[in-house]
């Protein structure tokens, strides 16, 4: 009979490669014991094969450096992968903690662990949180006066465009992707995005990318997504969000959110932002312009 201590380190990273796309088994197999530990922390590409294998990639950083002394300043795959099962433990949005599954069978049949260059005409599909996230919900609050687009319109992704989406991207959708919520709803809504990694680690696209361009009716691109590990959701909803306008409109709606939080907590506007401002996001990076402008001019 074969002991432990005897397999080769061929074994134990073919055992590996066989549970990929299982986050949470290879977390559970890595703190077996110190052998298969020291093993999986040798080289990070392992954790990232894992994560990529299960539809997660590492989203781009805004900052060179993180302001929170303890978070390195690059995020391990290591340590994403324990961060997207933990959150999956305790977040109670379901397209968050089933992030992947309309993409499961996709990635099981798909024989890569790492970005690679498609053909152009390869078919590509935008993950639903996509159209989830940045466009109305319904007709009604399309049709709401509130409510504006981002412009240009009818993004499409390349190499090849999937099917172009009934309508276009709805910036106040966008920017309650980056608003806070109440604190009693943090585990149950987006807001912001960044405070949930596993709908902010998926992919934007299946097969993962390293580069999207999106373009207008009249086929000029207007917004380029790049990340050499594969864009991401967050990527994508982050190079959305600098397109709203910074104008009276989202500020209004902006400061009427940061009222109606203030409100209901019982503090002020500047007590209130004092205590979103240290909520940077798991990548520490996030930030609130629009609270700053309020804050600002009070």
């Known amino acids: 009979m074969l002991s432990h201590p005897s397999c080769s380190d061929n ?14 088994t290879h977390i559970a197999l890595a703190q ?4 298969l530990r020291d093993l999986y922390e040798r080289d990070d590409a392992i954790w990232q094969a894992a994560c990529f294998s299960a539809g997660f990639g590492r989203p781009l950083r805004r900052t060179a450096l993180p302001t929170n002394p303890g978070v390195p300043p690059e ?3 290591r340590r994403l992968a324990g961060l997207l099962v933990n959150h999956a433990t305790i977040c109670e949005i379901r397209s968050c903690t089933k992030a992947n599954a309309c993409f499961t069978d996709h990635y099981i049949r798909w024989p890569f662990v790492r970005i690679r260059q498609l053909h152009p005409n390869h078919p590509v599909d935008f993950h639903p949180l996509y159209f989830y996230l940045h466009f109305a919900q319904s007709h009604s609050a399309a049709a709401h006066q509130t409510r504006h687009q981002v412009h240009p319109h009818t993004p499409t992704p390349s190499p090849s465009p999937s099917p172009p989406p009934s309508s276009i991207p709805d910036s106040v959708s966008i920017l309650l ?9 943090r585990y149950a809504q ?3 995005l960044c405070a949930h990694p596993n709908a902010s680690c998926a992919f934007a696209t299946f097969p993962p990318v390293d580069r999207l361009e999106f373009e207008n009716g009249e086929g000029d691109i207007f917004m380029i997504v790049e990340n050499p590990e594969g864009c991401t959701i967050l990527d994508v909803n982050r190079a959305l969000a600098e397109l709203i306008p910074f104008d009276d409109q989202h500020l209004e709606f902006a400061l009427g959110h940061y009222q109606e939080l203030a409100f209901t907590s019982g503090l002020s506007l500047p007590q209130l932002a004092d205590l979103i401002f240290r909520d940077r996001g798991f990548l520490d990076d996030h930030e609130y312009p629009f609270l700053q402008h309020i804050v600002a001019h009070l």
Request: contains cysteine.
């Open 75 to 77: 995020m391990s795959y």
């Open 190 to 192: 987006y807001g912001p």
């Open 11 to 24: 074994i134990l990273l073919n055992i590996w490669h066989h549970l990929l796309g299982d986050l949470s």
């Open 177 to 185: 992707t980056h608003l806070p919520t109440f604190p009693e709803c």
């Open 32 to 35: 077996t014991c110190r052998r």
